[in-house]
């Protein structure tokens, strides 16, 4: 019973690994596709959030990497000043600002999409960031100053490339318009700016109080003593 329960798990896992290899390398087909790779994607439920996550992983990689490795004639970066924990923030925070303001916003108007599905659909535009970054890294080392244009054109390609997939992946997920979902992503990034000041306030609001009611301490055991 044992044997059998072993060799169960073992395809278990193994279909879970062809599963995941899968729908990561179909990341390839959105990034060619985007209005069929999109559609497909969440409807047809080509991806999966393990490839997802591991996208979104190997992007924070990259822009780690990018900091360390880019040669210093175009990244003049202090590593040793580099915060890790910042940078990941950098990448994480707005995406998953992103994806609550877009679901908030869409929802009330007729959004197709779920919360998952937006940021399925977003992971998945991230691909062609590390896929044009982790070698522009290495070209990096060879170039000239003189050939930094080549470097710049490839680099604004990753960020544009990735911007034109989000923009498709929500028009496929909510089901909307060229024009609907242009409105819909300003408004996105209206809530985004909204979200962000409040969270600054309430932070501020948080840490004022705790520095009164720290001094209020400090002042009563003053004078107790």
């Not at 393990?50 to 003049?76: M, P, R």
């Not at 977003?122 to 244009?149: H, K």
Request: contains cysteine; proline residues 2%; charged residues 10%.
């Amino acid at each position: 019973m044992s044997y059998v329960t072993k060799n169960l798990k073992k395809l278990i896992q193994k279909d879970t690994y062809v599963h995941f290899l899968q729908t990561l390398r179909y990341s390839l087909y959105v990034i060619l596709h985007p209005a069929d790779g999109n559609w497909d994607l969440i409807h047809a439920k080509r991806g999966s959030y393990s490839a997802a996550n591991f996208i979104v992983i190997l992007t924070l990689l990259t822009h780690i990497w990018k900091l360390q490795y880019t040669s210093f004639i175009f990244n003049e970066v202090n590593w040793e000043k580099v915060n890790i924990f910042k940078e990941i923030a950098t990448i994480l925070l707005p995406l998953a600002i992103f994806c609550i303001c877009n679901w908030a916003v869409t929802t009330l108007f007729d959004g197709k999409g779920h919360l998952g599905d937006i940021y399925k659909g977003t992971a998945y535009a991230l691909t062609p960031y590390p896929l044009i970054q982790i070698p522009l890294i290495i070209i990096s080392q060879f170039l000239t100053v003189e050939e930094g244009t080549f470097y710049e054109v490839f680099n604004t390609v990753s960020l544009v490339w990735c911007a034109l997939l989000i923009f498709m992946a929500m028009m496929m997920i909510h089901q909307f318009g060229f024009g609907k979902t242009l409105l819909f992503t300003f408004i996105t990034i209206f809530g985004m700016l909204v979200f962000i000041f409040i969270m600054l306030l309430f932070f501020s609001m948080i840490s004022q109080g705790v520095a009164y009611f720290v001094s209020l301490t400090r002042e009563v055991m003053f004078r107790l003593n």
